[in-house]
């Protein structure tokens, strides 16, 4: 199984790339579009900025190659909300895979730190991407900005307010979590993906 990771200006590609060896998988990290094109799946990682992120994609025609990919394909965390209409976060457009917008976080306490950081369940789960994990399961997250409710939404998460912690469009599929970094939950769910068709 031929396995890429999207190189770009975002970090957690090694986290990511290890998360895979664990798994008996030796990715390919790698900004080349013929070789993301000619992938069995691609993953789309990222930790960073939206705004700039999205201009060093559209620079580099990626924009492009990631929206029309026709295998699975799995955002994390800002790839996740890269591949929504909208992000409050630069104020940028995304790639309109998913139409829902990604907003900030308001706190409204002393006790509602932003950004969210450590674990937290999900729950209301829909796909076959978390078969095998039980409702309520806790996984890892480092965010300030959350995609909204959809009918895409097949996660669910509240922090402050509910959120999509994970989506899925056709082949698409996006999570707000970092399952390199969920321990044995997301290992499974990140073993899932590589099993989808």
């Not at 706190?107 to 789960?125: D, M, T, V, Y």
């Not at 959120?163 to 899932?192: C, D, R």
């Amino acid at each position: 199984m031929k396995v890429v990771i999207i190189k770009y200006n975002a970090g957690n590609t090694k986290s990511v790339e290890n998360a895979l060896l664990r798994l008996g998988v030796q990715p390919i990290i790698t900004d080349d579009k013929e070789i993301i094109q000619q992938a069995d799946k691609v993953i789309f990682p990222g930790v960073g900025h939206a705004a700039p992120t999205m201009q060093y994609l559209k620079e580099r025609n990626l924009d492009s190659v990631i929206k029309n990919l026709k295998q699975p394909v799995l955002g994390i965390c800002l790839g996740q909300q890269l591949m929504c209409a909208h992000s409050e976060e630069g104020n940028v457009e995304g790639l309109g895979i998913f139409p829902v917008q990604v907003k900030k976080f308001k706190s409204n306490n002393q006790f509602e730190k932003i950004p969210q950081i450590g674990w937290n369940s999900i729950r209301n789960l829909k796909s076959t991407i978390f078969q095998n994990i039980i409702e309520e399961s806790f996984v890892y997250f480092v965010h300030s900005y959350y995609c909204e409710l959809s009918d895409y939404t097949i996660a669910t998460t509240d922090y402050i307010l509910p959120f999509s912690s994970a989506l899925h469009k056709a082949n698409f599929y996006a999570v707000q979590f970092h399952p390199e970094k969920s321990a044995t939950i997301g290992q499974e769910i990140m073993h899932n993906f590589l099993n989808l068709c």
